[in-house]
């Protein structure tokens, strides 16, 4: 059974740090990318980062435009976790963050977290 279980969400003031955790389990990690998206309020749920952490060399990411520089995702293989370091944060990243576990081919699958909501006041 796939869990993808995530933490560290909460209030914080603009221009503060938040780390969120997401702990897998039930998949195949070094072969899965691991990614952050977020959902504000009559939006579209959009990309924020992604990892593909392989173990043997350091993990291939992806960032959006609007987070780059702000925040690193990053992975602990041995945990099967991926985290996602958030500082300098703004009003507009206010959000729920979803944790998701995705593997293409055939062996595919495309699992969600349940979300963890960030709140960042001006």
């Known amino acids: 059974q796939v869990q993808l279980v995530e933490s560290g969400g909460g209030l914080v003031q603009a221009g503060g740090s938040l780390r969120l955790s997401c702990a897998a389990s039930?998949?195949?990690?070094?072969?899965?990318?691991m990614g952050w998206y977020r959902q504000a309020p009559g939006k579209q749920r959009e990309l924020v980062a992604a990892?593909?952490?392989?173990?043997?060399?350091?993990?291939?990411?992806n960032y959006a435009d609007s987070v780059k520089g702000r925040f690193t995702i990053s992975a602990d293989n041995a945990k099967n976790t991926v985290y996602l370091q958030m500082n300098s944060l703004k009003p507009e990243d206010t959000a729920v963050y979803y944790c998701n576990a995705n593997r293409p081919g055939v062996s595919r699958y495309d699992y969600w977290g349940q979300g963890t909501q960030v709140t960042v006041s001006s």
């Open positions: 039930g998949i195949i990690f070094r072969v899965t990318t």
């Open positions: 990892i593909l952490s392989t173990g043997i060399t350091n993990g291939i990411t």
